[in-house]
C-alpha cells in the first residue's frame, strides 16, 4: 500500500469525523459513555475535535515531510499496547503505524473498545487495504516490535515481556504549569481547560502548577469559577468530597473552591479534584528543579515569552502530530525498522 494511499485516508478520517450529522455523533455519545462514565458527551467531542484538528492535511504534510518514508514498505508486526484514560488516546501510535508502512496489532483498553474500534472501522471503510495492516488482539505475542503505554509498575512488565524486541515502553507522566504573576485573567481562565478538559485524566492535563507567591491561587481559583459544572459529575464529585474528608481529617492545610482542592507538595501527580502547587524562588531555580523531573514531566504550559517551549494556556490538550508522548519520535523509531 502506497504512502499517499495511507496519508489520504487519514485526511478523509478527519473529514468524516468533521461532517458526522447530529444523530450518529449523538449515539456515539451515548454509546461511549455507557461503556466508561468518564467518556462524557464533552470528552468525546473534544477527542473527536482534537483528531479534526491533527488531520488536517497541512498539518500531516508538514509533519511527514520533516522524514524519509518509502512509497511501499514489507509490513512489520507492531503491538501495541493502548492505554484508555482519556478518550482515543491510543489513536496517535494507531496512525504512526500504519503512516509507516508497518501493521498495526492492538491490544485495546477496556476502557476505550468502542470507540478505538469504530475508528478503526471508518479508516477501513475509507481504505479498504488498511484491513490487512489492523488487527485487535488479545495477546500479542511473537511481534517485530512493541509500543506500550501503562504505569510505571505495569512498564516493568512490558520491560519484562518486550525488551529483548524493539520497543517503546512509557511510564507515567503529567503536565505542569508555571505562573510568573503576569497572566491576565484570561490566560488563567483558559489554565483551567488545562486542569479540567478530560477530568484531568490524560498525561497532558496540568496537575501542579509552580507560583510566584501564593497570592496568586487566589487569582486562579477566582478565573475557573466558570468549570464549576465539573462537580456536576458523579465520579469527579465523589474524588472531591473524599480528598476533601482526608485533607479536613487530617487536618492539612489546603484551598477549596467547592469543586476543586488546591494543596501545597513536592510532588508531581495529583489524586482527581486536586490541583498540587509549589512556590519558587527564581526561574534559574526552578529550571534547575524541572530539569531532574524531565522525565516525568509531558508538557509545561506557560507563556512563551517567560518560559521556552512552554505551551499556550488552554492548549495542552491540544497536540499536534509531531507531539510526541514522552518526547520520543515514534515515527522515526517505526521507519527504523523497515
Known amino acids: 500500500m502506497i504512502l499517499s494511499k495511507r496519508i489520504e485516508a487519514f485526511i478523509k478520517l478527519g473529514q468524516t469525523i468533521q461532517k458526522l450529522d447530529e444523530e450518529t455523533r449523538e449515539e456515539l455519545y451515548w454509546r461511549s459513555q455507557n461503556g466508561n ?31 524519509e518514508i518509502k512509497e511501499e514498505v514489507e509490513p512489520k508486526s507492531v503491538g501495541i499496547l493502548m492505554a484508555g484514560n482519556i478518550p482515543l488516546v491510543g489513536f496517535h501510535d494507531l496512525m504512526t503505524v500504519l503512516i509507516s508502512g508497518n501493521k498495526a496489532c492492538l491490544k485495546l483498553s477496556s476502557s476505550d473498545t468502542f470507540l478505538m474500534n469504530w475508528v478503526i472501522n471508518q479508516l477501513i471503510i475509507l481504505e479498504p487495504e488498511f484491513e490487512s495492516l489492523i488487527s485487535v488482539e488479545e495477546m500479542l505475542k511473537g511481534k517485530d516490535a512493541y509500543i506500550a503505554t501503562g504505569s510505571d509498575n505495569s512498564a516493568r512488565y512490558f520491560n519484562y515481556y518486550f525488551g529483548k524486541y524493539p520497543s517503546i515502553i512509557r511510564q507515567n507522566r503529567t503536565s505542569i504549569a508555571i505562573l510568573s504573576g503576569e497572566e491576565s485573567s484570561d490566560d488563567l481562565r483558559s489554565l483551567g481547560e488545562d486542569i479540567f478538559k478530560y477530568f484531568g485524566l490524560g498525561c497532558r492535563n496540568v496537575s501542579k502548577i509552580f507560583v510566584k507567591s501564593k497570592d496568586q491561587l487566589e487569582y486562579l481559583l477566582d478565573a475557573i469559577e466558570g468549570y464549576s459544572s465539573i462537580a456536576n459529575h458523579h465520579k469527579y464529585h465523589n474524588n472531591y468530597e473524599y480528598n476533601k474528608s482526608i485533607y479536613l481529617v487530617n487536618n492539612e492545610a489546603h484551598f477549596d473552591n467547592g469543586f476543586l482542592l488546591l494543596k501545597e507538595s513536592t510532588e508531581l501527580v495529583s489524586p482527581i479534584s486536586v490541583l498540587y502547587y509549589e512556590t519558587y524562588d527564581s526561574k534559574n531555580d526552578l529550571l534547575k528543579k524541572l530539569e531532574s523531573l524531565k522525565g516525568k514531566i509531558q508538557c509545561i504550559v506557560a507563556d512563551s515569552s517567560f518560559w521556552v517551549g512552554g505551551v499556550p494556556f488552554g492548549y495542552a490538550q491540544q497536540p499536534e502530530p509531531w507531539d510526541y508522548a514522552d518526547d520520543v519520535d515514534t515515527l522515526e523509531f517505526l521507519i527504523g525498522l523497515n
Do not use: C, H, I, R
Open 37 to 67: 462514565n468518564w467518556f462524557t458527551q464533552e470528552s468525546v467531542s473534544s477527542a473527536f475535535e482534537g483528531l479534526v484538528s491533527m488531520l488536517q492535511e497541512d498539518k500531516l504534510k508538514k509533519w511527514l515531510g520533516q522524514y
